[in-house]
């Protein structure tokens, strides 16, 4: 988690919130989308943000992608978590949290009545999730490229365990849309040290950190 939100932090201070690029510790709303493999659904991890970010009130955070329904991570077409347990001062302030996840590819979703206007986009582990949503003959992946990337006000985040992977990415998404590459892929500072060891399957070292590199685009 705290990986994952430190590459949003990046990036807003990069471009800024929104359509009058607003300061990170001015706004009052942050309105998350994450593509990721595993959902994290814990609101004792996501009020760090809170405590960081003084002027938060409201933070939501919604999971998109097909491989929730592979995974059987959810039972339903659609979970939404509110008025959710916190701690005493985030209860005091009145800053809350609310989680969604919504087990369908990007563009079903930005499609659906459940839509909501996100202030940036995460997607963690690239390949993965192009390699899902590139089935049926592209149809999903080239759909879902053009939505993750339709706002000029919302960036794109990707990262992943190689360089190459988001240059192949970052190639697949220009074909779909014309967009800036605000941050070419590079070695992502943000990495950590969550180094997992794997088989050797054609990946390189067996040693990895699924987000060693980040890139990040955003509509031209």
Known sequence: FSQQFSNFMFIF?????????????????????????????????WE???HYLPSLKQLNVSYIGEQFIAGRMVNSLNITCTNLKRCNDCV?????????????HYHMYFSSDHYSEPDAIGVFQMLGIIGTEEEDDNV????????????KHVPLILTDMQKSFLEDATKKILNARSVDV???????????????????????????NDSEYVACLIQK
């Not at 990170?24 to 959902?39: K, M, R, V």
């Not at 005091?92 to 369908?104: E, G, H, L, N, T």
């Not at 999903?140 to 339709?150: D, E, M, V």
Request: proline share 5%; charged share 20%.
């Open 182 to 208: 605000v941050i070419p892929a590079e070695r992502n500072q943000f990495s950590g040290f969550r180094s997992k060891r794997r088989h050797k399957c054609g990946y390189g070292d067996p040693v990895v």
């Open 92 to 104: 005091q302030k009145d800053r809350r949290i609310s989680f969604a996840v919504f087990p369908m």
């Open 140 to 151: 999903h992946a080239t759909t879902s490229f053009r939505n993750l990337t339709y706002n």
């Open 48 to 50: 760090m943000v809170l």
């Open 13 to 45: 201070q990069k471009v800024g919130v929104g359509p009058e690029s607003k300061s990170l510790g001015d706004i009052e709303t942050l309105n998350l989308h994450l593509l990721s493999h595993y959902a994290m659904l814990d609101t004792n991890v």
